[in-house]
């Protein structure tokens, strides 16, 4: 029984420790988990990267100018003057962006605890 335990158990230590992205919080956590979750700006510019400047949309061309999202630096310039804005269309239960379906459950609680905590790197 150990000699079967013993290789999920190492699998487990070196994915744990060779993640490079912290792990969304599950879909219905409670909201004090926030309190106690540490979600990275690198985790948040993976997730911009690949659903939100991915194609023509929010890099800075075209119609969404106003809203690039290509570097962290224009993210947060971004958020900082419309939070509000970006949490109703991105990051709320009734959210429209992006338009290729919305983000998972846990992937808006990411971003709000992340936005909650001052954006931190």
Request: proline share 7%; aromatic share 6%; with cysteine.
């Amino acid at each position: 029984m150990k000699t079967a335990l013993f290789p999920l158990v190492l699998m487990l230590l070196v994915y744990s420790c060779t993640a490079e992205q912290a792990p969304a919080p599950k879909p219905g956590i409670e909201p004090t988990a926030c309190d106690t979750a540490v979600i990275t700006s690198a985790y948040i510019m993976t997730t911009i990267s690949s659903r939100c400047t991915n194609g023509a949309c929010h890099k800075g061309t075209g119609n969404f100018v106003v809203s690039d999202f290509s570097t962290l630096e224009k993210l947060k310039t971004y958020l900082n003057a419309n939070e509000a804005i970006f949490r109703e269309r991105v990051t709320s239960a009734n959210a429209d962006m992006p338009p290729r379906g919305k983000l998972s459950e846990g992937t808006r609680d990411s971003i709000n605890c992340w936005l909650s905590h001052g954006m931190p790197d």
